[in-house]
């Protein structure tokens, strides 16, 4: 399960897919969309994403983490469209025999995310808003949208 949606995340169907007989632990991380980041607060968000070739980078992650971590399962949603404050934004769930795999995994997960996966967000501020690429800072559009398809 590595997708890109425009609906509510279901993170219990999330969590279920990666659950299976060998896990001694399940994992899931919940992003979540802030009100505040440092003095700036947020109205609401939009999401775009290069749906292809996101959902394509979603499952090399899942690939990474399969070989680096062997016995774990992982699944990784991330939603697009405008989100609320309090929605999830990205919900990602990895099991593994032991805690402490899954636990790194679903780290390697989250950052493997901001690094290379083309999502976009804008963020609707109360004084403007701004498009912003992944956190790793190597894709950003701060002067207007991101010119890929949805």
Do not use: C
Request: glycine residues 8%.
């Amino acid at each position: 399960m590595f997708e890109i949606i425009a609906t509510p995340i279901d993170t219990g169907k999330v969590t279920e897919h990666v659950m299976h007989r060998n896990a001694g632990a399940v994992v899931t991380f919940i992003g979540t969309v802030r009100e505040l980041t440092g003095e700036q607060k947020t109205l609401y968000l939009e999401y775009e994403s290069y749906v292809p070739m996101a959902t394509a980078k979603l499952e090399q992650i899942g690939r990474e983490i399969a070989e680096k971590w062997p016995g774990t399962k992982s699944a990784i949603v991330h939603r697009i469209g405008r989100l609320e404050i309090g929605d999830a934004a990205v919900v990602i769930a990895v099991s593994s025999p032991h805690r402490a795999h899954a636990y790194e995994a679903n780290r390697h997960a989250i950052e493997r995310i901001k690094e290379m996966v083309p999502i976009w967000k804008k963020e609707h501020w109360e004084n403007g808003e701004e498009w912003i690429g992944n956190q790793q800072g190597t894709v950003a559009y701060p002067t207007g949208k991101p010119e890929v398809d949805q």
